[in-house]
């Protein structure tokens, strides 16, 4: 094996077996492990290393991520009570009651750090650079008056103020919004009164009186209840926000029509519980009690913070025009293979049938790729079939373009669109609706699983035969993401592959059983069961003088059965390096459990999104790349490939930015044994590696 695998510092005998540890002590709660996660998104956020706008960009982040993880995780703890199961506990031993008392915990410290940092750091950091996030107490009378003139043209017609009274009762506050609480007295009887005032969303996080100022926009507001409550006296307003259960619960084993049931859903879902309450600290006990009496939130679920609320709208700031306060411009490149011939576009079905094809983004062109790839497709006379799976795709997408255009000329066009893309579901009824009114055939997958699977299948008429061309990949078919998410993916004319795809997408578009694939391994059917195999295999294989090797990279490990296997196979002797970027149930390096494993997460300017798993199968490595994490859901619920990559130029690049993801020493966190993540630092005189700095270094050489 090359010396990309290195296995430094590693014990070089295998270790004696040892007493088996109870079961929640050999697994880390997976909860608090993505708490772990966004902790480490915050450490770049308060980076100084990073130019400052980024660092913008990873405080809005945070936010955005602890919105979701309170929406989906919170929220199916608090049903999981809800229904009784109060006993039932994690493969950690913890009920939810138990994770809930220590997320609340958790969350407490994160979010306080969240805002000083805001507050201390990066506000005071903005404002020397000429971007001022600034209070309406601190601004100027001229600046004020530009505000009142903006509130009176274009804040003012959107507000509605709604009383509460016994004529009007509570107002449903919807999810993730952002409003003020605002008390009011009659000043005929001095009796007080609650009211509520909805921050618009569409007007933006901020506004602004000139250039390089910004004012949170419930601050223009406030300034201003005047105008919306006339004749009565404004005491106390404070902000507010409500995160509700957004996690959809369609039943598509009995529902007719699944686009009906699904938007059923999330009609239903605006109006499901509340499961946090943010809330300025300066807010008054009274006026606190009665938002956690009318919106039921338990006491835990309250987050008193420093203004301003909603920090996940600092996104809006990342795109001011500063380039100096950014990441140098990149731009991916066309693989070599991939590139133009003086003016002639390439002919990629010819590129293909001389061999595969490994795309790597965002250092390669995804719009030079794939994108191509399915152009080309579309406008190809000799084309006569493209099947595709959509599980979140961009605004004007070339691709759903493209899709459109082969079947307004006629060709079969069959897009499986799963529809119950976790926060994409109204994105993607809406693109179903448009490609099946344009004639593409819209399927909506297999009853009761997800699909997740990123494949394109290209059929064409050659020489009185049919061959097929085949994407198979780690992310999205999504322009957007393809330019910040890392991902890699195979563009092939491999037969036997092609084959297996057509196979899939019969399974997946009508009442075909097939199971079995020679190149695809196919979850939930398959997809553990081999990855036990391979990891028991490498333990078989594993000798003293010659130990095993296993190196995956995935966005999360959590899987049981898939962790064991890996315990198992390290007191064989394997080393094991795993580069996980967010939840890691396992604990590694534990005596007798886990002495030969490695876990490493990287977090940085692109979001580590490919998943990739390299064997060294006793000196003839195998890799393979695919759609699935190593968790429950992708394992049992959802149809995902993963295909061995056999092009001996492909598999080498894989091994080699694994190795490169080991030896990166610059934005890079290891996890030990009791769960607590570190970032690494340098030793002196060890040169800096940063892994995505080099792929970008790379892929301008590859160029």
């Not at 450490?43 to 955005?64: G, M, N, Q």
């Not at 001095?190 to 933006?204: D, Q």
């Not at 506004?207 to 004749?231: H, M, Q, T, W």
């Not at 690494?680 to 040169?687: D, H, K, L, M, Y």
Request: charged residues 25%; proline residues 6%.
């Amino acid at each position: 094996m090359p010396a990309t695998t290195s296995t430094t510092d590693r014990p070089a005998l295998r270790p004696a077996r040892r007493r088996r540890p109870r079961v929640e002590q050999r697994y880390l709660n997976r909860e608090l492990s993505w708490l772990d996660f966004n902790e480490r998104v915050l450490a770049l956020a308060a980076d100084h290393r990073i130019p400052l706008l980024e660092r913008v960009k990873f405080s809005s982040i945070f936010a955005s991520n602890l919105d979701e993880f309170y929406q989906v995780r919170v929220a199916g703890l608090r049903r999981q009570i809800a229904a009784g199961l109060v006993m039932t506990r994690s493969s950690d031993g913890l009920t939810a009651g138990e994770q809930l008392a220590r997320i609340a915990e958790r969350v407490e410290l994160l979010a306080a750090r969240h805002a000083r940092l805001f507050l201390d750091d990066i506000g005071p950091a903005l404002a020397s650079s000429g971007i001022r996030i600034t209070r309406w107490a601190d601004l100027s009378e001229e600046e004020r008056h530009t505000l009142e003139a903006v509130f009176d043209e274009r804040i003012f017609p959107v507000l509605t103020p709604l009383a509460v009274d016994p004529g009007h009762p509570f107002p449903y506050i919807s999810n993730l919004s952002l409003n003020l609480a605002v008390e009011v007295t009659d000043p005929d009887d001095g009796e007080a009164h609650f009211a509520r005032v909805k921050v618009p969303p569409l007007l933006g996080r901020f506004a602004s009186p000139g250039e390089g100022v910004y004012v949170p926009l419930e601050d223009v507001i406030a300034a201003n209840l005047g105008r919306l409550f006339p004749g009565m006296g404004v005491v106390e307003h404070h902000a507010f926000r409500v995160t509700r259960n957004a996690d959809l619960d369609v039943d598509d084993d009995g529902a007719e029509d699944l686009l009906e049931a699904l938007e059923d859903e999330l009609r239903k879902r605006r109006f499901s519980p509340a499961v946090r309450l943010e809330v300025e600290e300066s807010m008054s006990a009274h006026m606190l009690e009665l938002l956690v009496r009318e919106l039921l939130v338990a006491a835990a679920d309250v987050q008193k913070l420093p203004g301003p609320l909603n920090l996940g709208g600092l996104m809006e700031l990342h795109s001011v025009d500063r380039p100096d306060l950014k990441d140098p411009p990149f731009q991916p490149v066309t693989p070599p293979v991939l590139a133009p011939v003086g003016d002639d576009e390439p002919d990629l079905f010819a590129v293909l049938r001389r061999g595969d094809v490994l795309v790597h983004h965002p250092y390669e062109s995804f719009a030079t790729s794939v994108e191509a790839f399915i152009e080309q497709a579309a406008d190809d006379p000799q084309v006569l079939a493209i099947k595709q799976t959509v599980y979140r795709t961009s605004g004007s997408s070339p691709i759903v373009n493209a899709l459109v255009r082969a079947a307004e000329a006629g060709k079969q066009v069959v897009v499986l669109v799963e529809i119950k893309a976790r926060f994409d579901e109204q994105n993607n009824i809406a693109w179903a609706r448009m490609l099946e009114r344009s004639g593409c055939h819209i399927v909506y997958g297999v009853s009761g699983l997800k699909t997740h699977a990123k494949l394109c299948l290209v059929v064409r008429a050659e020489d009185r035969q049919i061959r097929r061309y085949v994407h198979i990949g780690t992310g999205n078919y999504h322009s957007t993401t393809a330019r910040i998410y890392e991902d890699v993916g195979l563009l092939t004319a491999d037969p036997q592959l092609g084959a297996d795809v057509g196979n899939l997408f019969n399974f997946l578009t009508g009442y075909s059983r097939h199971t079995a694939y020679r190149s695809l391994i196919v979850a939930p059917h398959a997809l553990r069961r081999r990855i036990l195999e391979l990891i028991r295999r490498e333990a078989r294989l594993s000798t003293p003088d010659a130990p095993g090797y296993i190196c995956i990279k995935a966005n999360n490990l959590i899987d049981e059965p898939v962790i064991d296997a890996l315990y198992a196979a390290s007191a064989d002797g394997v080393q094991v390096d795993l580069i996980v970027r967010s939840i890691c149930a396992l604990r590694p390096g534990v005596p007798g459990l886990s002495d030969s494993i490695r876990v490493r997460s990287i977090l940085g300017r692109f979001l580590e999104h490919s998943r990739i798993f390299q064997f060294r199968n006793g000196g003839e490595a195998e890799v393979y790349i695919g759609s699935a994490d190593l968790m429950h859901r992708n394992l049992d619920r959802r149809v995902e490939t993963v295909v061995r990559v056999d092009d001996p130029d492909a598999s080498g690049r894989l091994i080699a930015l694994q190795a490169l993801a080991m030896r990166d020493n610059a934005a890079v966190w290891t996890l030990d044994g009791d769960g607590r993540w570190s970032r690494v630092q340098r030793r002196e005189g060890e040169p800096r590696v940063e892994m995505q700095s080099e792929l970008i270094r790379h892929a301008g050489q590859r160029a």
